[in-house]
């Protein structure tokens, strides 16, 4: 991996490069810290987008979050695994779907709660509805189970609330670290400080709330996204620079050095000094009231672009920190790139073709998404849910057991155990071993009913845009007395009582 991102460091040119950005693997981790070490004038920084979707994980963990998306997966799963249901739910919903596909795994459920909370009053409805009750579904254990989990337990409608209320800040930082609009690198700090603070305030400012989440979030935000880029980023951005808020603490100074050391000869470095100067006391140029009214009218590198001039190396390097992205999803969409292309009748392929196809079809997309950028466009949300999507499809058992002791089992390998039989024999055997097989296909076949209305075709769904996201206040969220205090519970324990959940 390090050869790899070594080679494209020299063909773009190191010093055309400032930043190296990928996903969290320990592998490219390692990768990253070679690639710092070699070349002494860039940074590696793990992807925010990746890290975020580990916070939510790690959250998704605690006891109270894992029982509340497994209990609506299974909801969601039910309506969407039948075609009758699935229809009944559109039409009491209007066309909303229930499932909001994302760029993570993770953000895909959290919305996917969110929309279901907004969607409650609709299933509610249908689940009551004469319909409903008249169908063979509302007879059937998986539809009774469906129904009593909607309409008559009284913690699931509130703990999806409390998910929501303690997960959607940090989705709505993914969406801005994804977003195509501004570069995020002056904003990430900022961002998941204000996403802390608004879980701590929709969990009314009390700790064992609020406490268990924030440790979820700094034990992945102090290691891996406190980088001494993200500091200067948040240091010459000017909204927050000049900010009642701003932290000037020796940790952001220090970061902002570091970048200064490593990106800017010794010359450049002492100028830039001397500037900061000014930058820091709104002296000259900075101090004017248009650059002060226009701190927050203008992008961050727009207003050093404009206002800069007086302090050129300062402004030079501002620029190139703060026209950074934090994130690498537009690689992880140029992969999906790749798996399109590089489907079984295409897989013969010869490399160099394979890779043109998928330079083309990119390209084509980032075009597409150009054009669509002037469009209200989520940028964190997916066109169409894989078929593949564990709010879809059920979870297969394995096709081996996962107790491996059988291999050590000598007979397994005794030649004396293997018979010689006669062609003949073989024949019968065979003949009758393929009746059975084929019987057996049939029967366990024809025991799951087909929803896809073809063989083999996977059925893509068209999702209709939902509005950003509401303030869960005007969603008519309020404490029913049913939301838990979610740090009484033993994270590590998997075994939850009623108690666990009141």
Known sequence: MFKYLDEVVEEIGEENVVQVITNNASNYVNAGMRLMEKRSRLWWTPCAAHCIDL????IGKLNVHATTLSRARQVVKFIYGHTWVLSLMRTFTKNHELIRPAITRFATAFLTLQSLYKQKQALIAMFSSEKWCSSTWAKKVEGVKTRSTVLFDPNFLPHVAFCIKTTVPLVSVLREVDSEEKPAMGYIYELIDSAKEKIA???WGMERKYGPIWRKIDARWTPQLHRPLHAAGYYLNPQLRYGDKFSNVDEVRKGLFECMDKMLDYQERLKADIQLDSYDQAMGEFGSRIVIDSRTLRSPTSWWMRFGGSTPELQK?????????CSASGCERNWSTFESIHTKKRNRLEHQRLNALVYVRYNTRLRERSLQRKQNVDPILVEEIDSDDEWIAEKEDPLLPLDLCWL?????????????VSSNSQETQASSDHMVSSHSYKRKHNEVPSTSGGKGKEKELNLTPIDEDEDLDEMGIHDSGHFPTIDTLDEDDDDLGEEDLS
């Open 201 to 203: 305030f929709n969990c």
């Open 55 to 58: 916070m939510l994980e790690d």
């Open 317 to 325: 390097f501002a620029i190139r920190v703060l026209s950074l992205t």
């Open 408 to 420: 050590q089992d000598n007979e397994l390998f005794n030649v004396d155990a293997i018979k010689v």
